[in-house]
C-alpha cells in the first residue's frame, strides 16, 4: 500500500511540474490560460503531498511495530543498553549473559527470574567503583520491575581483578538480587542505592571494593 502511494505522489509532482512549465510558456507568449494552468497545478500538488504523507505514515507502522521486544530477553536486553550503554567506559561489551528462568515459588507460570551478568565501568577508586555498579543496578532494577513478568532479577557484576602475584583476571565484584515484593516497596527516585546491602535478598561485595 505505501508503494502505490509513493507512486502517485512522484505522478503527482510530474503533473504539477507539467502545468507550471505550460503555465509559464503561456505567460511569456503572453497567451490566454497561463492564470488557469498555474491554478490547476494545485491539484496534482496538494494530491501529491496527500499521498508522500500517506507512504510515510504507513512505512512508519512497521518500523515501530519490528522495533517492540518480542520476548522478554531481548526486552532486558534493551534496558540495559538504554541505561548503561552497549560497552563500558573502557570499550568493553557491557552484557555478559542473560538467563530467563521460570518462578518456581510463585504459582504464576508468566512469573520469570532473570539474571544479567555485566561488565562494570571503571572508575578512579574502588569505592567510587562500587558507587557506580550500585547506582547502575538501581537503574536496571528500576526498568525491570516494570515488566509484569519479572518476579526476581539478579546483577552480577564483573571487573579486572588483579591479585597480590599481580595478576589479572575478570572476576565477580558485586552481586545484587531483589524480588518482585522488594521492587514494589522501594520508592526508586528517593531510594539510597547504597540501601540495597541491607534490602536486597541476595547481596555480595568483593572485599578489595571496600578498601
Given at each position: 500500500m505505501s508503494g502505490i502511494f509513493l507512486t502517485i505522489g512522484f505522478l503527482g509532482l510530474i503533473v504539477f511540474v507539467v502545468y507550471v512549465i505550460r503555465g509559464a510558456i503561456y505567460a511569456v507568449?503572453?497567451?490566454?490560460?497561463?492564470?488557469?494552468?498555474?491554478?490547476?497545478?494545485l491539484i496534482p500538488l496538494f494530491a501529491s503531498l496527500a499521498c508522500i504523507i500517506a507512504f510515510d505514515a504507513t512505512a512508519d507502522t512497521p518500523k515501530q511495530a519490528s522495533s517492540k521486544p518480542k520476548t522478554l530477553d531481548e526486552a532486558v536486553k534493551n534496558i540495559v543498553i538504554e541505561e548503561l550503554g552497549e560497552k563500558t567506559n573502557t570499550d568493553k561489551k557491557r552484557i555478559i549473559?542473560?538467563?530467563?528462568?521460570?518462578?518456581?515459588?510463585?504459582?504464576?507460570?508468566?512469573?520469570?527470574?532473570?539474571?544479567?551478568?555485566?561488565?562494570?565501568?571503571?572508575?578512579?577508586?574502588?569505592?567510587?567503583?562500587?558507587?557506580?555498579?550500585?547506582?547502575?543496578?538501581?537503574?536496571?532494577?528500576?526498568?525491570?520491575?516494570?515488566?509484569?513478568?519479572?518476579?526476581?532479577?539478579?546483577?552480577?557484576?564483573?571487573?579486572?581483578?588483579v591479585d597480590k602475584y599481580g595478576n589479572e583476571s575478570d572476576g565477580t565484584i558485586l552481586r545484587v538480587g531483589i524480588d518482585r515484593q522488594t521492587a514494589d516497596k522501594i520508592n526508586w527516585e528517593n531510594f539510597d542505592y547504597n540501601n540495597f546491602e541491607t534490602v536486597a535478598q541476595q547481596y555480595f561485595i568483593h572485599p578489595a571494593l571496600n578498601k
Open positions: 507568449k503572453k497567451k490566454e490560460g497561463a492564470k488557469k494552468l498555474f491554478q490547476r497545478s549473559d542473560i538467563k530467563i528462568n521460570n518462578d518456581a515459588g510463585t504459582t504464576d507460570k508468566n512469573d520469570k527470574i532473570v539474571t544479567v551478568k555485566l561488565y562494570a565501568d571503571d572508575n578512579l577508586t574502588a569505592k567510587m567503583l562500587k558507587s557506580r555498579a550500585l547506582s547502575d543496578s538501581k537503574k536496571v532494577f528500576e526498568k525491570l520491575f516494570q515488566n509484569n513478568e519479572v518476579s526476581k532479577a539478579l546483577l552480577i557484576w564483573e571487573f579486572t581483578l
